[in-house]
């Protein structure tokens, strides 16, 4: 009986948290679609949000977002916050997996460092091939994230551009 309601009680949590997260990557779509900014300026600051969250900085690339927010001003807001919702726990973790493969290829050209205490020469090998990977990752997929969004912010204004002609040519 108490597994019953503890399954309804789960269901209806994770519904709550799936309707809520659609609810604001909905809403910060639209504040960036119909922003006055040019699509080259909402181009960069979603790629300088998926720069940011992709970086190794888990639960803090929000905070180092709306700090780089608040002392840019001429970043895009709602396009850096609708690319951290984007680049979310759920979709990193493949990133990470991958940077820590490709970090691995990588830093096996690079001699390691001498430490006396092998638990720590483990700990600085693991983090330099992870580092080294993240950056090699990071960098052409905030790239792509920026061609990618302005594609897709084009094609969105040409739509919008297209449906109130249609309206107008009704009306008129």
């Known amino acids: 009986m108490a597994t019953i309601k503890l399954k309804k009680w789960a269901g209806r ?30 181009a960069l600051s979603y790629s300088f949000g998926t720069l940011i969250a992709l970086l190794p900085t888990p639960g803090f690339s929000t905070a180092i977002g709306i700090g780089f927010i608040t002392v840019f001003k001429q970043l895009n807001k709602m396009a850096v916050l609708l690319s951290m919702m984007v680049w979310n726990a759920i979709t990193i973790i493949p990133v990470y997996w991958l940077s820590y493969k490709i970090g691995s290829q990588i830093s096996n050209s690079l001699p390691d460092v001498e430490v006396q205490n092998e638990t720590i020469r483990q700990i600085l ?3 330099k091939q992870f580092a080294l990977g993240n950056l090699a990752l990071t960098i052409p997929i905030s790239i792509g994230s920026y061609f990618l969004a302005l594609l897709l912010l084009r094609i969105a204004r040409k739509m919008r551009l297209r449906s109130t002609r249609i309206k107008n040519q009704a009306t008129g």
Not at 13 to 42: G, H, Q
């Open 13 to 42: 949590k994770l519904r709550y948290y799936k309707d809520k997260f659609i609810f604001k990557l909905k809403r910060y779509s639209i504040a960036v679609l119909t922003s006055d900014k040019s699509d080259v300026s909402i």
């Open 125 to 127: 090998l693991f983090f």
